[in-house]
């Protein structure tokens, strides 16, 4: 199945998109393989970068307090390899929020399976490339309605949902980590611990069983 969008045009998430999204990925073998399922999951709930949710390890996900801090995401420095730079793509990225109660049941989960420090490591144990996750998403919705699907699609998926929920444009540029509620604004809508109003207007994007 195509999706009909030339190359230029991008794809935008709704609700009833991204669980159809999730039934594909569940029936796919590279999918599972490539720890794609949950990465969706994660994604279409905290509406956080690629590399600040490889950048997460169990120290910064309080299940009992219901909150995640985002507070680094990964890069890869010539002659080093992957690391995990110690600050977000600006100062208001750095920010801890109340995940949807669906997003900590789902890390709950899988920290009891987890055997290292990453909440989403690479298939050996380290840290995991951005770059190589991007291409593993690609590879598995190719030819399907979510061809070149980024994963900055899930920041715009959560922004409109916030948006249509009647949040406004600061606690939405909190949520995302944007310094400029212009970029909220003109980008992404069709301090603190912050968001609990944002994640009870996520609830209703969590998986279903």
Known sequence: MTNGRTGRERLVLTGESVNRLRT??????????????????????????????????????????GTIAIEGTVIRVPGKGLIVQSHTKSKAGMRTVVAPVWVIEVLRARHGESAGPWVFPSTSGVLRDPDNTRKQLREVVADTE??????????????????????????I??????????????????????????????????PTQ
């Open 146 to 171: 979510w061809k070149g699907l980024h994963p900055h699609a899930f920041r715009h998926l959560v922004a409109t949902r916030l948006d249509a929920k009647g949040l406004s444009a600061r606690e």
């Open 173 to 206: 540029a909190d949520y995302l980590g944007h310094e400029r509620i212009s970029m909220t604004q003109d980008v992404y809508m069709t301090r603190g611990v912050t968001g609990a109003a944002a994640a009870a207007a996520m609830d209703e994007l969590g």
């Open 24 to 65: 594909h990925l569940r029936a796919s073998k590279l999918a599972r393989t490539c720890d794609l399922i949950e990465v969706v999951d994660v994604l279409s709930g905290l509406g956080c970068r690629i590399g600040e949710l490889l950048a997460l390890d169990w120290a910064k996900v309080d299940d009992k307090a």
